[in-house]
């Protein structure tokens, strides 16, 4: 029986354990927590029809502070999505802001 399945079945039950044997334990956790999520984020982006890009990478990627995106989700122009702690944008509602944004500058 694993730790994990141990820990599942007896969660009250004192232990004594080696440290490599809670490493272990600890990156199987670890492994099991980033499958679960990337699960999960590949569930919520074919809900949502498209990639999500995460906070930073919007930031970088329009050259604007983390209160722009904050201020644009409030004001409907970029609408956020949560997932946890973290907060994503949709790849489509992205390249429209740029494609706008060149077609004015072109202008």
Known sequence: M???EMARQFP???VTIRLGD???ANKKLAQQVREE???EMLEREREFGCRLVPKE????MLGVDPSTLYR???AGYLTAVKF???VFYKE????AIIERHTVKDGE
């Open 2 to 4: 694993s730790l994990l």
């Open 12 to 14: 009250d039950m004192s």
């Open 22 to 24: 809670l490493l272990d």
């Open 37 to 39: 999520t990337e699960a």
């Open 57 to 60: 990478s919007i930031v970088k």
């Open 72 to 74: 644009w989700n409030k």
């Open 84 to 86: 946890g702690v973290k």
């Open 92 to 95: 489509s509602d992205i390249e």
